[in-house]
């Protein structure tokens, strides 16, 4: 490998929902600097945490029918039954679900949890509160999708937090998309719920750090072989 190769696998992407912000940091950053230079440096150490928020770095993901990856970086904060939003259309009975919650330093860019189509893509306007806390669910603004698998029907919902105010949705209803595939991004510390048809075993626990399109939350066949990985 020659050297200029391994400087590039050392230098994550960043995902071009950033751009705009990351010159918006910078050009206050400069304005800061006419200012007082102490500011300026401030707003330097903005500017490049702008640039690490925003980053997009590849993903080997495991391969197999029988399982479901994390569709955000962060911590898992919820597991249990819970009623899914209506929009789903899932119905009004709970169902398993797996939350996790992605703060300020952890990657925004969301990946599919199991390969399928879109069957639907529902949006909502609502509050901005912790997305940590349970009520956010219902209460604040959300993008709620529906995953068509062999497996059933995936209910996927990105959950705007008290910081985030841009929820983004990349893909489009009868998209086929594969498991760890982007299909979205949150600005600035939100949380994704995901949850599942009858079958599925949680294989993470409260508290356990989850990373987009790597990390294992279900299966539905424990024991199962061992799987193959794909770049992404």
């Known amino acids: 490998m020659s050297m200029i190769d391994s400087i590039r696998r050392q230098i994550v992407p960043v995902h071009p929902e950033g751009y705009v912000f990351i010159a918006i940091f910078a050009a206050v950053a400069i304005g800061l600097d006419f200012l007082w230079q102490p500011l300026g440096w401030i707003g330097a150490i903005l500017t490049v ?6 980053r997009d770095p590849p993903r080997q993901t495991p391969l197999g029918d029988d399982i479901v990856v994390s569709p955000a970086d962060g911590i898992v904060s919820s597991i249990g039954s819970f009623v ?11 169902l398993q679900r797996i939350s996790v919650f992605m703060s300020v330093f952890d990657c925004h860019v969301n990946r599919m949890p199991v390969a399928g189509r879109i069957t639907k893509i529902a949006y909502k306007p609502g509050l901005f509160l912790n997305a940590d806390l349970d009520k956010a669910s219902e209460d604040n603004e959300r993008n709620s999708l529906i995953i068509e698998t ?18 983004v949705c990349f893909t489009t209803v009868d ?6 595939e982007r ?11 995901v949850y599942f048809p009858a079958g599925a075993r949680p294989l993470v626990g409260l508290g356990s750090k989850a990373i987009a399109g790597e990390t294992v939350l279900a299966d539905f066949e424990l024991g199962a072989p061992a799987r193959m990985f794909r770049g992404s």
């Open 84 to 94: 899914p939003p209506p929009e789903l259309g899932l119905g009004a009975y709970p």
């Open 183 to 193: 299909f979205g991004l949150i600005r600035f510390g939100s949380r994704v719920d």
């Open 49 to 54: 945490w702008c640039v690490y928020f925003f």
């Open 175 to 180: 998209s086929v998309l594969g498991v760890g």
């Open 150 to 167: 062999e497996r059933g029907r995936f209910g996927v919902v990105q959950i705007a937090g008290l910081i985030a105010r841009r929820i």
